[in-house]
């Protein structure tokens, strides 16, 4: 039998106490993760909407990066298609938005690729 217990409680409270931060730490990247996913998605469809009304590429980077004013603009990497000389109304344009991000839990950055690559892709009309 244990005379003292003294020293039990710290030690489960530093049990505990790691995985709370990991846990908490965990949360805060995937809430980053998702915000930057959403914020490019939404991107994305402004983007294609400027393609598909006519606007210029230069005009669809411009919104895209207006739009996505939270996010890096040097992580991010824009794709569209067809060339501007190629788009006829009526054929569709694909504006594609790659971003990365990296994670800030090393426990994140063992199981998920780091930097994580984001992906979006939009296909609009162009009338």
Known sequence: MIKSEKGQATVELAVSLVILMLLLFGMVDFGRILHSYLSLEH????????????????????????????????????????????????????VTLNYEIEMLTPIMARILPNPLTLTSTTVMRVE
């Open 43 to 94: 991107s994305g469809r402004e983007a294609a909407r400027v393609i598909s009304v006519g606007g210029t590429n230069e005009q669809m980077k411009e919104t895209a990066f207006h739009t996505s004013s939270q996010l890096d603009h040097n992580k991010m990497v824009i794709n569209v298609s067809p060339d501007e000389s190629a788009r006829k109304r009526g054929s569709y344009s694909t």
